[in-house]
Protein backbone atom coordinates (compact mmCIF):
# COMPACT_ATOMS: atom_id res chain seq x y z
CA UNK A 1 0.00 0.00 0.00
CA UNK A 2 1.30 3.53 -0.94
CA UNK A 3 0.50 6.04 1.70
CA UNK A 4 -0.06 9.82 0.38
CA UNK A 5 2.69 12.01 0.99
CA UNK A 6 2.01 14.80 3.48
CA UNK A 7 2.76 17.11 6.56
CA UNK A 8 1.07 17.93 9.74
CA UNK A 9 0.50 21.55 11.14
CA UNK A 10 1.24 20.68 14.86
CA UNK A 11 -1.32 21.58 18.18
CA UNK A 12 2.06 23.43 19.18
CA UNK A 13 1.37 25.65 16.37
CA UNK A 14 -2.33 26.14 17.02
CA UNK A 15 -1.20 27.33 20.20
CA UNK A 16 1.29 29.80 19.11
CA UNK A 17 -1.09 31.21 16.54
CA UNK A 18 -3.92 31.71 19.32
CA UNK A 19 -1.46 33.58 21.43
CA UNK A 20 0.38 35.49 18.76
CA UNK A 21 -3.39 36.75 17.82
CA UNK A 22 -4.14 37.17 21.40
CA UNK A 23 -7.72 35.70 21.26
CA UNK A 24 -7.43 33.79 24.48
CA UNK A 25 -8.93 36.66 26.59
CA UNK A 26 -11.82 37.03 23.57
CA UNK A 27 -12.84 33.80 23.27
CA UNK A 28 -12.99 32.70 26.72
CA UNK A 29 -15.67 36.01 27.72
CA UNK A 30 -17.87 34.84 24.73
CA UNK A 31 -16.94 31.20 25.75
CA UNK A 32 -18.01 32.08 29.72
CA UNK A 33 -20.48 34.14 28.68
CA UNK A 34 -22.85 31.53 26.56
CA UNK A 35 -25.50 29.48 28.10
CA UNK A 36 -24.74 26.59 25.79
CA UNK A 37 -27.50 25.06 26.37
CA UNK A 38 -29.81 27.89 24.88
CA UNK A 39 -29.71 27.13 20.89
CA UNK A 40 -30.70 30.95 20.42
CA UNK A 41 -27.32 31.91 22.24
CA UNK A 42 -25.07 29.35 21.42
CA UNK A 43 -25.79 29.74 17.81
CA UNK A 44 -24.16 33.38 17.14
CA UNK A 45 -21.95 33.11 20.10
CA UNK A 46 -20.09 30.15 18.00
CA UNK A 47 -20.38 32.32 14.98
CA UNK A 48 -18.47 35.34 16.80
CA UNK A 49 -15.87 32.76 17.91
CA UNK A 50 -15.11 31.59 14.77
CA UNK A 51 -15.24 34.83 13.14
CA UNK A 52 -12.77 35.69 15.41
CA UNK A 53 -10.79 32.84 14.27
CA UNK A 54 -10.66 33.05 11.11
CA UNK A 55 -10.19 36.91 10.64
CA UNK A 56 -7.17 36.38 12.55
CA UNK A 57 -3.63 36.07 11.00
CA UNK A 58 -1.39 33.25 10.84
CA UNK A 59 2.11 33.73 12.42
CA UNK A 60 4.32 34.49 9.33
CA UNK A 61 6.60 32.12 10.87
CA UNK A 62 3.86 29.51 10.84
CA UNK A 63 2.60 30.99 7.12
CA UNK A 64 5.45 30.28 6.10
CA UNK A 65 6.05 26.79 7.02
CA UNK A 66 2.86 25.55 5.80
CA UNK A 67 3.63 27.48 2.37
CA UNK A 68 6.61 25.91 2.29
CA UNK A 69 5.85 22.10 2.88
CA UNK A 70 2.88 22.99 -0.23
CA UNK A 71 5.81 24.04 -2.34
CA UNK A 72 7.67 20.75 -2.32
CA UNK A 73 4.62 19.09 -2.51
CA UNK A 74 4.16 21.05 -6.21
CA UNK A 75 7.55 20.24 -6.62
CA UNK A 76 6.95 16.19 -6.14
CA UNK A 77 3.32 16.27 -7.75
CA UNK A 78 2.85 19.14 -9.86
CA UNK A 79 1.92 22.56 -9.59
CA UNK A 80 -1.85 23.42 -8.13
CA UNK A 81 -1.88 19.51 -6.48
CA UNK A 82 -4.83 18.89 -4.45
CA UNK A 83 -4.55 18.14 -0.89
CA UNK A 84 -7.04 16.71 2.39
CA UNK A 85 -6.81 18.78 5.08
CA UNK A 86 -7.62 17.28 7.99
CA UNK A 87 -8.55 18.25 11.67
CA UNK A 88 -6.92 16.68 14.36
CA UNK A 89 -7.89 17.70 18.49
CA UNK A 90 -5.60 16.68 20.73
CA UNK A 91 -7.99 15.03 23.18
CA UNK A 92 -9.07 12.64 20.01
CA UNK A 93 -9.57 9.23 21.11
CA UNK A 94 -9.43 8.69 24.57
CA UNK A 95 -11.11 5.93 26.78
CA UNK A 96 -14.02 8.30 27.80
CA UNK A 97 -14.52 10.34 24.47
CA UNK A 98 -13.86 10.67 21.26
CA UNK A 99 -14.02 13.62 19.36
CA UNK A 100 -13.68 12.38 15.88
CA UNK A 101 -15.54 14.07 13.19
CA UNK A 102 -16.70 16.94 15.49
CA UNK A 103 -13.89 18.62 13.71
CA UNK A 104 -14.32 20.04 10.18
CA UNK A 105 -11.76 18.49 7.28
CA UNK A 106 -11.56 19.96 3.74
CA UNK A 107 -10.93 17.78 0.59
CA UNK A 108 -9.65 18.78 -2.97
CA UNK A 109 -7.55 21.89 -1.43
CA UNK A 110 -5.45 23.42 -4.50
CA UNK A 111 -2.72 26.24 -3.72
CA UNK A 112 -1.21 27.91 -0.78
CA UNK A 113 -3.58 30.37 -0.34
CA UNK A 114 -6.38 28.08 0.22
CA UNK A 115 -4.59 25.53 2.34
CA UNK A 116 -3.88 28.48 4.69
CA UNK A 117 -7.46 28.91 4.94
CA UNK A 118 -8.23 25.70 5.27
CA UNK A 119 -5.85 25.46 8.19
CA UNK A 120 -7.29 28.50 9.70
CA UNK A 121 -10.80 27.24 9.57
CA UNK A 122 -9.83 23.91 10.87
CA UNK A 123 -8.38 26.01 13.95
CA UNK A 124 -11.98 27.79 14.18
CA UNK A 125 -14.01 24.49 13.94
CA UNK A 126 -12.68 24.13 17.74
CA UNK A 127 -15.48 26.62 18.32
CA UNK A 128 -18.63 25.08 16.47
CA UNK A 129 -21.56 24.30 18.62
CA UNK A 130 -21.18 20.58 18.60
CA UNK A 131 -17.35 21.00 19.64
CA UNK A 132 -18.10 23.70 22.33
CA UNK A 133 -20.90 21.40 23.56
CA UNK A 134 -19.09 17.64 23.29
CA UNK A 135 -16.08 19.55 25.23
CA UNK A 136 -18.28 20.91 28.25
CA UNK A 137 -20.51 17.36 28.08
CA UNK A 138 -17.36 15.41 28.68
CA UNK A 139 -15.60 18.13 31.00
CA UNK A 140 -12.52 19.70 29.05
CA UNK A 141 -11.53 23.00 29.41
CA UNK A 142 -11.56 24.45 26.57
CA UNK A 143 -8.08 25.71 26.83
CA UNK A 144 -6.63 22.21 27.05
CA UNK A 145 -8.07 21.21 23.99
CA UNK A 146 -5.53 21.89 20.82
CA UNK A 147 -5.69 21.22 17.58
CA UNK A 148 -3.58 19.52 15.06
CA UNK A 149 -4.01 19.67 10.95
CA UNK A 150 -2.99 16.76 9.02
CA UNK A 151 -2.36 17.64 4.78
CA UNK A 152 -1.84 14.93 2.62
CA UNK A 153 -1.93 14.54 -0.85
CA UNK A 154 -5.20 13.36 -2.76
CA UNK A 155 -5.56 10.27 -4.14
CA UNK A 156 -7.28 10.42 -7.92
CA UNK A 157 -10.07 8.23 -7.58
CA UNK A 158 -9.55 6.91 -11.18
CA UNK A 159 -6.27 5.76 -10.45
CA UNK A 160 -6.38 5.02 -6.47
CA UNK A 161 -8.43 4.37 -4.09
CA UNK A 162 -8.05 4.61 -0.32
CA UNK A 163 -10.62 4.53 2.99
CA UNK A 164 -11.25 3.80 6.35
CA UNK A 165 -13.54 1.22 7.26
CA UNK A 166 -14.89 0.18 10.80
CA UNK A 167 -16.88 -3.12 11.67
CA UNK A 168 -18.18 -4.56 15.07
CA UNK A 169 -16.24 -8.18 13.80
CA UNK A 170 -12.27 -7.59 15.25
Not at 33 to 50: I, Q, V
Not at 102 to 121: D, K, P, W
Amino acid sequence: IKRPEGFSVTSEAYRRFVDHNRLWTRLMRILDETNWKDPRAAGPASDKLRKLVLAAPLPDGLEADVQIAYRRLEEKFGRGVAVAVRSSATAEDLPNASFAGVHESFLNIRGARALTEAVRSCYASLFTERAISYRIDKGFAHRTVALSVGVQRMIRADRASSGVIFTLDT
